[in-house]
């Protein structure tokens, strides 16, 4: 995975709230990014055909370096459409241009405390915290609040506190609007990404994550739903100490899943972490029916087993849970078991009932889509690496032409949400240089 210099991050002493001020931040931002691609569109004319693919990728990574410093200054969804584009930039970005928008999860500043204490103070009684005692250090920062941890002062025990930070939540519209014209600007989604369902899928996604006390309710059911599962942990929720704005929770200890430290564990162990993940996205979507779909690795953190005792994964963040219908998990569990089993007839049926084909479509189309789907299934036909594996580019060529053949309509919203994920656990595992046969992982699933 390419890693980009550590920036030195320094504390906010506060976040634009208004929505003038922070169309005004965006719109210079978008002024210097236009600048800057026009700059590149007089390069390339007298440029040689050889130098363009250097110049287009020096434009790319001064425009994404340009977009990380600015998004992660602004905070709320101006910074949370940075991270979701990481995700997407896997498949149309330079890797060194992806990993500065990967930095967002990882380096952004914190709100310095006394900005931060002002929330607090709103969302929480007198009472309520008289009987804490809050760490004014942030223990993390992302793109919608910070956690802080706290002490029971009667019992000890550590909790970790999400703050949300003020004015997020009245900001998504007036981010989403600018931020869409600003990539667009700034040549930072190619023409063939469908920003239209992307950016439904943003704006849904960040009115669900500011709802803390939704958040609290989802945790507690997913806690309940995994409680008999000894291999995942998800912090206890502390609803006394919670409000809107606030989220509390017990304290879990773990380590990154891309630290130096998991990296370095034997291929066996890495194997089956990465075995865990794959099993969580079938657990969800077909014993659970309701999957967190924000597979960033801030929300995730592996507690390593002693004595022989295999490893566990800590679960955090469950802002972005959806919930599936069985009218959507019928016709998806019977498109994965025909894929899986090279029944070409049976994944047809399903995929027409699902919407990606109909009745009357060429042939060609069905063939180009079977190619396609059974192309994507390539791990769960023997031992495979994952490190070492390139079929996310040869997924996205292949949608690519047919795309580019084929009039094509728009798949059910449930199937942006799921690839979304598949795409975060195919990255986790290729960042731990797994390699196994995922057919019996899924086996159990097809019953």
């Not at 000894?230 to 304290?251: D, G, H, N, Q």
């Not at 090279?342 to 995929?351: M, Q």
Request: no cysteine; glycine share 6%.
């Amino acid at each position: 995975m390419t890693k980009v210099p550590p920036r030195k991050v320094k504390k906010l002493k506060k976040i634009r709230e208004g929505a003038l001020s922070r169309s005004w931040a965006l719109a210079k931002v978008s002024m210097a990014a236009g600048a800057k691609a026009a700059s590149h569109a007089v390069g390339t004319v007298f440029s040689t055909e050889a130098d363009q693919p250097d110049r287009l990728k020096a434009l790319l990574m001064s425009q994404v370096d340009l977009l990380t410093r600015e998004l992660g200054q602004l905070k709320g969804s101006a910074m949370k459409v940075g991270q979701m584009l990481s995700m997407y930039g896997e498949k149309f970005l330079p890797p060194e241009a992806n990993a500065l928008l990967k930095s967002l999860q990882s380096q952004s500043p914190p709100l310095e405390w006394e900005a931060i204490e002002k929330v607090l103070r709103r969302q929480l009684s007198i009472k309520q915290l008289a009987l804490l005692d809050v760490d004014p250090e942030s223990m993390a920062s992302a793109s919608l609040g910070q956690v802080h941890r706290a002490r029971v002062k009667s019992s000890g025990r550590w909790l970790a506190m999400k703050i949300q930070y003020p004015g997020v939540d009245q900001a998504i519209e007036g981010d989403l609007k600018a931020l869409r014209s600003l990539l667009t600007l700034a040549k930072l989604i190619p023409r063939n990404i469908a920003t239209d369902e992307l950016f439904k899928e943003v704006r849904q996604m960040l009115h669900q994550e500011v709802d803390y006390s939704r958040e609290l309710e989802l945790t507690q059911e997913f806690r309940a739903a995994l409680k008999d599962d000894p291999r995942f942990i998800i912090p206890e929720p502390f609803p006394e100490f919670s409000s809107s704005r606030v989220l509390t929770t017990s304290f879990e200890e773990g380590i990154a899943v891309d630290s130096p430290e998991i990296l370095a564990l034997p291929q066996e162990r890495r194997n089956a972490i990465g075995a865990l993940a794959l099993d969580l996205y079938f657990k969800e979507i077909f014993t659970l029916k309701m999957m967190q779909t924000d597979p960033h690795f801030g929300n995730y953190r592996i507690r390593l087993g002693t004595n022989g005792e295999p490893d566990r994964m800590v679960l955090f963040d469950f802002g972005a849970v959806r919930k599936f219908p069985q009218s959507f998990l019928k016709p998806y569990y019977a498109m994965i078991k025909a894929a899986a089993n090279k029944d070409k007839e049976g994944l047809l049926k399903a995929s027409r009932q699902l919407g990606f084909l109909e009745e009357g479509d060429p042939v060609e189309l069905d063939e180009y889509f079977a190619e396609l789907v059974f192309l994507i299934t390539e791990p769960f036909n023997g031992e495979y690496d994952w490190g070492g594996s390139d079929l996310p580019q040869r997924v996205a060529t292949k949608a690519g032409q047919m795309a580019l053949k084929f009039k094509l309509r728009a798949p059910p919203r449930e199937i942006l949400f799921l690839d979304r994920k598949m795409g975060g656990v195919f990255i986790l595992l290729s960042v731990l240089q797994a390699r196994f046969d995922a057919r019996p992982v899924l086996e159990p699933y097809l019953v």
